[in-house]
T-cell receptor, first 115, second 112 residues
C-alpha cells in the first residue's frame, strides 16, 4: 500500500518568514496530493491540492510543488502570520476499487508562527 | 456548504462496552470514511464506504466494524472497546469525481 512520510513534525518560524513542509510517497500510481490544515480543536480542512500532471500550484501565500520522479511534494507558506499556526497534513491518493479513492495521510506538522 | 456531523464530541466508555459512533452528511455524497487521529501518527483510515451497504477495510480495521444502511449515515462500531482504542475519531465524506474529503468535527473517545 501507499506510505506517506512527512517532515518536520514540528516547525517554529517568526512571523513574516517562510515555512516549508515536505512529504514523500511510495506508490507511483498516486495521482492527487492534497494538503489539509487543522486548527486547534477544529476539523481538518483542505487548503490546497495538486494533481500529478502539474508541477506547481499557487494560491496567494500558499504554494505546493510536486516532483513525480523523486516522489515528493512540498507545501510552502510565505509571509507567515499567527493564524497560520496549526497542524498541517499532507496526503496522497490512489484508486482502490471502482470509484473509491483512498487518501493516505502523513503524520502531520505542527506549525507555530511566533509573533 | 457541506455539512458533516458526528453524534458526540466527547465520549467515555468502559472496557468491553459496545460503542457506536455516528456520522451524517447532508450533501448526498457517495463516499464516506472513518479515520482515527493519534499524535505523531496522523490520520489513519479504518473503513470506508463507496455506496449504501458497501464497505471496504482501510489500513487499521481490526477491532472495528461499520454499517451504512442509508446514504447519508455511516456508523463506526467498536464491538468490545479496549483502552488502545482511546483516540480522536474523524468521519469524512466525498463525492466522485471530486477528490476533496469533507471532515466532521471529530469524536474524542476515551475507553477506561
Amino acid at each position: 500500500g501507499e506510505n506517506v512520510e512527512q517532515h518536520p513534525s514540528t516547525l517554529s518560524v517568526q512571523e513574516g518568514d517562510s515555512a516549508v513542509i515536505k512529504c514523500t510517497y511510495s506508490d507511483s500510481a498516486s495521482n492527487y496530493f492534497p494538503w489539509y490544515k487543522q486548527e486547534l480543536g477544529k476539523r481538518p480542512q483542505l487548503i490546497i491540492d495538486i494533481r500529478s500532471n502539474v508541477g506547481e500550484k499557487k494560491d496567494q501565500r500558499i504554494a505546493v510543488t510536486l516532483n513525480k520522479t523523486a516522489k515528493h511534494f512540498s507545501l510552502h507558506i510565505t509571509e507567515t502570520q499567527p493564524e497560520d499556526s496549526a497542524v498541517y497534513f499532507c496526503a496522497a491518493r490512489r484508486t482502490i476499487s471502482g470509484s473509491a479513492r483512498q487518501l493516505t495521510f502523513g503524520s502531520g506538522t505542527q506549525l507555530t508562527v511566533l509573533p | 456548504d457541506v455539512k458533516v456531523t458526528q453524534s458526540s464530541r466527547y465520549l467515555v466508555k468502559r472496557t468491553g462496552e459496545k460503542v457506536f459512533l455516528e456520522c451524517v452528511q447532508d450533501m448526498d455524497h457517495e463516499n464516506m470514511f472513518w479515520y482515527r487521529q493519534d499524535p505523531g501518527l496522523g490520520l489513519r483510515l479504518i473503513y470506508f464506504s463507496y455506496d449504501v451497504k458497501m464497505k471496504e477495510k482501510g489500513d487499521i480495521p481490526e477491532g472495528y466494524s461499520v454499517s451504512r444502511e442509508k446514504k447519508e449515515r455511516f456508523s463506526l462500531i467498536l464491538e468490545s472497546a479496549s483502552t488502545n482504542q482511546t483516540s480522536m475519531y474523524l468521519c469524512a465524506s466525498s463525492s466522485p469525481p471530486g477528490p476533496e474529503q469533507f471532515f466532521g468535527p471529530g469524536t474524542r473517545l476515551t475507553v477506561l
